[in-house]
């Protein structure tokens, strides 16, 4: 189906129409009056009114001086394209035609005592001071037989002239001053309610961003002093502009150009009461129905009280995730409590016995070699006694610090008793263990008496037993239990050694 096309007229269209008509009547007007106006007519008129006088005042002359005769030959001779004249008769004032000329017996119309026309004319012949008769001249028909004929008329050209000049120079004039005193033209008041009772802030803007509607919803975002807002362009409205995200172009501007809407636009302005208002900016053209944009439709959703309760709930949850980070800290410190040694870092007695069950059932379960060291610090008594409880302490931390670095990541330290600890080799063979004490027994030997730094250095070695994980052994106690006997060995074979 065709689509049906209305066309209207536009408010400042018709206020231009009734104007122009007004002026026009005016002008006729002042020209019948005046007769201010050029028109062939009017020329026509002024030219056969002076032939006919011309010719009447020549026949008046031949009369006065008695010929008579000459009067035809008079008319005859007036009768001329540029006159128009086309016939003639001269009647005496008893009725008597004396002379008859052209196409006067067609072409008079007028009945006796009716007035001149344009195309018919009589004039009053006077001899010798008194009426004598009467001259009847029929000329070309003076109304117009065509359009062009119109068109050329110098009135009708004025006429056409100030029509088509008065509606544009009203109709621009007026489609600016009715932006600024008449909205409702604009916008009906019907539409303007119906926008009222929205609770979103809504602007109607024309193609060059000035307002045409505001809502009341958007008045009420706006803090008090901003004045009139019909026939603003929105451009100039800093409240809203200094709010924008800073862009090249204006969001209602773009989707206007780009004929797409530009949708939720964040917006942070000063609210009515100077507290801040976060607002979404929706701009979407308004199309004509056939691919024109006429303006754009912006609209404001306040956001506030949301923003406001996300806001409160990213502090809840970043306050929650601050004290779940701290339960988690004092978990890991207790766990650290209460599986590590506090004096050295290194697990403490209970830690390392549940992990030796696991690494013993490891190597039951995957047949790989556990091996066990037992380690003890050497006349540690003596070291107390001679240097004090404080650098004994300090000569606990050195060795461990010594074993651990001889030790892989899987491998475990316990410290078993006071100077006495128990180290596990998951997947060591019984030579790699003892290599591994070895290491560690020079390691001791060599650097923790010098880490202590003290002016007396005392001399620190640890002395060494292993033992391999034998399936049928009575758990990880009994393992342990060989080592230690084997560290018996090496106390008994002269301290700082392996057995
Ligand atoms: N400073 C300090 N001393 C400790 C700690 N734990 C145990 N001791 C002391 O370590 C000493 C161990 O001495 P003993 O068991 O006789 O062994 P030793 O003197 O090292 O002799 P051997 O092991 O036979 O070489 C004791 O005097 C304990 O008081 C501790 O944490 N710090």
Same mark, same amino acid.
């Given at each position: 189906?065709?689509?049906?096309?209305?066309?209207?007229?536009?408010?400042?269209?018709?206020?231009?129409? !009734?104007?122009?008509?007004?002026?026009?009547?005016?002008?006729?007007?002042?020209?019948?009056?005046?007769?201010?106006?050029?028109?062939?007519?009017?020329?026509?008129?002024?030219?056969?009114?002076?032939?006919?006088?011309?010719?009447?005042?020549?026949?008046?002359?031949?009369?006065?001086?008695?010929?008579?005769?000459?009067?035809?030959?008079?008319?005859?001779?007036?009768?001329?394209?540029?006159?128009?004249?086309?016939?003639?008769?001269?009647?005496?004032?008893?009725?008597?035609?004396?002379?008859?000329?052209?196409?006067?017996?067609?072409?008079?119309?007028?009945?006796?005592?009716?007035?001149?026309?344009?195309?018919?004319?009589?004039?009053?012949?006077?001899?010798?001071?008194?009426?004598?008769?009467?001259?009847?001249?029929?000329?070309?028909?003076?109304?117009?037989?065509?359009?062009?004929?119109?068109?050329?008329?110098?009135?009708?050209?004025?006429?056409?002239?100030?029509?088509?000049?008065?509606?544009?120079?009203?109709?621009?004039?007026?489609?600016?001053?009715?932006?600024?005193?008449?909205?409702?033209?604009?916008?009906?008041?019907?539409?303007?309610?119906?926008?009222?009772?929205?609770?979103?802030?809504?602007?109607?803007?024309?193609?060059?961003?000035?307002?045409?509607?505001?809502?009341?919803?958007?008045?009420?975002?706006?803090?008090?002093?901003?004045?009139?807002?019909?026939?603003?362009?929105?451009?100039?409205?800093?409240?809203?502009?200094?709010?924008?995200?800073?862009?090249?172009?204006?969001?209602?501007?773009?989707?206007?150009?780009?004929?797409?809407?530009?949708?939720?636009?964040?917006?942070?302005?000063?609210?009515?009461?100077?507290?801040?208002?976060?607002?979404?900016?929706?701009?979407?053209?308004?199309?004509? !129905?056939?691919?024109?944009?006429?303006?754009?439709?912006?609209?404001?959703?306040?956001?506030?009280?949301?923003?406001?309760?996300?806001?409160?709930?990213?502090?809840?949850?970043?306050?929650?995730?601050?004290?779940? *980070?701290?339960?988690?800290?004092?978990?890991?410190?207790?766990?650290?409590?209460?599986? *590590?040694?506090?004096?050295?870092?290194?697990?403490?007695?209970?830690?390392?016995?549940?992990?030796?069950?696991?690494?013993?059932?490891?190597?039951?379960?995957?047949?790989?070699?556990?091996?066990?060291?037992?380690?003890?610090?050497?006349?540690?008594?003596?070291?107390?006694?001679?240097?004090?409880?404080?650098?004994?302490?300090?000569?606990?931390?050195?060795?461990?610090?010594?074993?651990?670095?001889?030790?892989?990541?899987?491998?475990?330290?316990?410290?078993?008793?006071?100077?006495?600890?128990?180290?596990?080799?998951?997947?060591?063979?019984?030579?790699?263990?003892?290599?591994?004490?070895?290491?560690?027994?020079?390691?001791?030997?060599?650097?923790?008496?010098?880490?202590?730094?003290?002016?007396?250095?005392?001399?620190?070695?640890?002395?060494?037993?292993?033992?391999?994980?034998?399936?049928?052994?009575?758990?990880?106690?009994?393992?342990?239990?060989?080592?230690?006997?084997?560290?018996?060995?090496?106390?008994?074979?002269?301290?700082?050694?392996?057995?």
């Amino acid at each position: 189906m065709m689509p049906r096309l209305r066309f209207s007229l536009s408010p400042a269209s018709r206020v231009a129409i !009734g104007l122009v008509s007004l002026m026009l009547t005016l002008l006729l007007m002042a020209d019948v009056v005046t007769g201010v106006l050029p028109s062939r007519l009017g020329e026509a008129k002024r030219a056969r009114e002076a032939t006919a006088q011309l010719l009447a005042t020549r026949l008046t002359t031949a009369l006065n001086a008695g010929r008579a005769e000459q009067v035809g030959t008079l008319m005859a001779s007036a009768m001329t394209p540029e006159s128009a004249l086309q016939g003639g008769a001269l009647f005496t004032a008893d009725g008597r035609l004396l002379a008859q000329r052209g196409n006067h017996p067609k072409g008079w119309t007028l009945a006796p005592a009716e007035p001149s026309t344009l195309d018919n004319i009589r004039v009053p012949i006077i001899a010798d001071e008194r009426p004598w008769g009467e001259l009847q001249l029929v000329f070309a028909p003076a109304l117009p037989l065509s359009l062009g004929y119109w068109l050329r008329d110098p009135l009708v050209q004025a006429i056409i002239f100030v029509t088509v000049f008065a509606f544009i120079a009203f109709h621009l004039y007026l489609r600016r001053m009715m932006r600024y005193m008449d909205p409702n033209a604009a916008v009906p008041e019907r539409v303007r309610t119906a926008f009222d009772t929205l609770s979103e802030g809504v602007l109607v803007l024309d193609p060059e961003g000035s307002i045409m509607l505001a809502n009341r919803a958007f008045k009420n975002m706006l803090p008090p002093g901003v004045g009139a807002l019909t026939g603003l362009n929105a451009s100039s409205l800093d409240w809203l502009v200094n709010g924008l995200p800073a862009k090249s172009e204006l969001p209602w501007t773009e989707a206007m150009r780009s004929k797409a809407p530009q949708l939720g636009l964040p917006l942070r302005v000063q609210g009515p009461n100077g507290a801040n208002l976060d607002l979404v900016m929706n701009c979407s053209p308004i199309d004509d !129905g056939r691919g024109r944009v006429r303006g754009c439709l912006a609209t404001f959703s306040d956001v506030t009280e949301l923003h406001e309760r996300t806001e409160g709930l990213r502090v809840a949850l970043e306050a929650l995730s601050a004290s779940q *980070r701290e339960i988690e800290q004092k978990n890991e410190e207790l766990t650290l409590q209460a599986t *590590r040694d506090p004096l050295t870092g290194c697990l403490n007695r209970r830690a390392l016995m549940d992990l030796a069950d696991k690494r013993v059932a490891e190597a039951t379960r995957d047949a790989t070699p556990l091996c066990c060291i037992m380690c003890d610090i050497d006349h540690f008594k003596s070291i107390n006694d001679q240097f004090g409880h404080a650098l004994g302490d300090r000569v606990i931390q050195a060795s461990v610090r010594s074993l651990n670095s001889g030790l892989r990541g899987d491998d475990l330290l316990g410290r078993y008793g006071g100077e006495e600890f128990c180290i596990l080799l998951p997947r060591t063979s019984l030579e790699q263990a003892f290599e591994v004490a070895e290491r560690l027994r020079h390691e001791v030997d060599t650097h923790v008496g010098i880490a202590l730094r003290q002016p007396a250095r005392p001399k620190v070695t640890m002395s060494f037993g292993v033992a391999l994980w034998a399936p049928g052994m009575d758990g990880p106690a009994a393992l342990i239990d060989l080592a230690d006997q084997a560290l018996y060995r090496s106390k008994q074979g002269g301290r700082n050694r392996v057995s």
